[in-house]
């Protein structure tokens, strides 16, 4: 079965703060991992993965891809208020189209 | 609109009641997604359009759950003799999916309809 592993479920964290977000999949056939960012109810997209060990980057934020160990990183820098929210992610299975979500991990950033 | 658009947005109905739930995906986008999310989940898949057919409907959870997207555009989730344990944030998303049907990856989300079930 497809599945999308995320940790840690919950992080509390203070200003200025760096923080790691782990995702671990199993998905046959994989095409590509994504992560997206939920504050309240839609999530909004970050960054999509496709290949191993190239670093993706967008301000504060930057996430990375290891094929071989099936897992993606979500790295967060100098932690602003506004970076609390769920962070989510998600890959399609082997025979569609749909992605598999992980539970997400909800980060507060405290000031 | 710009974006993906739901209706309601709120929605309190009683147990064993009928309920629709609309959405407006982005104007060319072929591929239509929708996804229930519980308190503290992730978005847990339910059905997928491309065009006006349901190519994957293996999440929907029974048959009391219909969907459908008639002119491959708005799509109607339909839910009849609703209970508590559909009360959720359903969400849908629409994506370009080219003439491959392989999509670019990133799903455009709407703001959910929240439903209630008492």
């Known amino acids: 079965e497809d599945k999308v592993v995320q940790s840690p479920l919950s992080l509390v964290v203070h200003e200025g703060d760096t923080v790691t977000l782990n995702c671990s999949y199993e998905?046959?056939?994989?095409?590509?991992l994504l992560w997206y960012k939920q504050e309240k109810k839609a999530p909004t997209f970050l960054f999509m993965l496709?290949?191993?060990?190239i670093e993706k980057k967008s301000g504060r934020l930057s996430s990375i891809l290891d094929k071989k160990e099936l897992f993606s990183i979500l790295n967060i820098t100098a932690t602003q208020t506004g970076d609390s929210a769920v962070y989510l992610c998600?890959?399609?299975?082997?025979?569609?189209?749909?992605?598999?979500f992980g539970p997400g991990t909800r980060l507060s950033v405290l000031p | 609109g710009a974006g993906v658009s739901q209706t309601p947005s709120n929605k309190v109905t009683e147990k064993g009641k009928y309920v629709e739930l609309r959405c407006d995906p982005i104007?060319?986008?072929?591929?239509l997604y929708w996804y229930r999310q519980s308190l503290g989940q992730g978005p847990e898949f339910l059905i997928y359009?491309?065009?006006?057919?349901?190519?994957?409907d293996s999440g929907l959870p029974n048959d009391r759950f219909f969907a459908v997207r008639p002119e491959g555009s708005v799509s109607t989730l339909k839910i009849q003799r609703t209970e508590r344990g559909d009360s959720a944030v359903y969400l849908c998303?629409?994506?370009?999916?080219?003439?491959?049907?392989?999509?670019?990856?990133?799903?455009?989300f709407g703001e959910g309809s929240r439903l209630t079930v008492l």
């Open positions: 998303a629409s994506s370009f999916n080219g003439r491959t049907g392989r999509g670019t990856g990133e799903l455009f």
């Open positions: 998905v046959t056939n994989f095409r590509s």
């Open positions: 496709t290949s191993s060990g």
């Open positions: 998600a890959a399609p299975p082997s025979w569609g189209q749909n992605f598999v």
């Open positions: 104007s060319g986008h072929t591929a």
């Open positions: 359009f491309q065009g006006t057919g349901a190519a994957d």
